[in-house]
């Protein structure tokens, strides 16, 4: 029996994708071309490497030993590449961060800035998208690390880790504008004011209501945000009252020509790093933490 290696890439990439679906889209097949391969490997090896649960794959025993075994050959298989790669030339290795669509641009930018500080910085590779979707490309290891506003959530089928790299208050802001006809006084002075709520996909948003609710306060919903920049730019606008992490307050009032009129203590947004790895080993990913520990303790 020879053992053919993009077959066991395909059945790789779906145990740790956790769907044949998923996988397809990484590797940009169809997933009956995928479930195909599969079939052809568990032939060619006797043995059943899934089993089907409900809607969703699980791998048999053979099938989690056979994935031990492929981790460790595709993690020579990217070692090697690293080795052949031309010192010469000088060219800095990538690394690669995944960005949930709901974390602040300026606060990211902050954390990953003095990776570009290192001695021998890393060519950074950046890519936003939905947390679900970075997860699957940080389990085939197309990203080296997450950067999200909640851990990695229950029931995923990635391996990995989460690490709280700090967390903050929030400060609600406002135009000079609007400031100036809000009555006194924190928290009323919400009550029934044009208010920009953060959208669903933002991990403070139930805690944020909850608040607003135990607050018996009830600002006037103007518009919900995923994109918090597009947010600000609403609040700038004096369309209404918006929060954000009083970590980057001051880069707030100044970037967008608002003032803080109250904070939340009890509301915090936090910000994880999720890795295959139990520990932040790589030089970017502890000037990143390190980084977080200095501006949101």
């Known amino acids: 029996m020879t053992l053919n290696y993009k077959h066991l890439r395909y059945f790789w990439t779906v145990a740790r994708a956790g769907s044949i679906a998923q996988a397809a889209r990484l590797l940009h097949l169809t997933p009956h071309s995928i479930s195909a391969q599969l079939t052809t490997l568990e032939t060619s090896l006797g043995a059943s490497l899934f089993r089907r649960v409900g809607r969703r794959l699980e791998l048999t025993d053979a099938g989690r030993r056979i994935l031990g075994h492929a981790d460790e050959i595709f993690a020579l298989g990217d070692q090697i590449v690293e080795l052949m790669r031309d010192e010469s030339l000088s060219i800095p290795l990538p690394f690669r961060i995944g960005i949930a669509d709901a974390m602040p641009k ?64 929030l400060s609600v802001f406002a135009s000079s504008g609007l400031a100036a006809r809000l009555p006194a006084g924190f928290p009323a002075l919400l009550d029934r004011a044009p208010f920009l709520l953060p959208g669903e996909d933002v991990a403070y948003r139930p805690a944020l209501l909850q608040w607003l609710e135990r607050s018996k306060v009830q600002p006037r919903i103007v518009a919900e945000f995923d994109d918090s920049a597009l947010m600000k730019a609403f609040g700038q606008a004096g369309a209404g009252l918006f929060v954000g992490p009083r970590a980057i307050a001051t880069y707030i009032c100044e970037q967008y020509k608002v003032q803080v009129v109250g904070e939340i203590d009890k509301v915090r947004e936090q910000i994880f790093a999720i890795t295959t ?17 200095e501006a949101m303790p």
């Open 106 to 169: 300026s606060v990211v930018y902050q954390l990953i800035e003095p990776a570009l500080q290192l001695d021998n910085a890393p060519r950074l590779v950046c890519r936003e998208g939905r947390l679900e979707n970075l997860l699957g490309e940080l389990a085939v290891h197309r990203l080296d690390i997450v950067i999200a506003d909640r851990p990695l959530p229950p029931g995923v089928s990635v391996r990995g880790f989460s690490h709280l790299l700090g967390e903050s208050p």
């Open 277 to 293: 790895e139990r520990k932040l080993s790589h030089p970017a990913m502890q000037a990143i933490s390190q980084r977080a520990r």
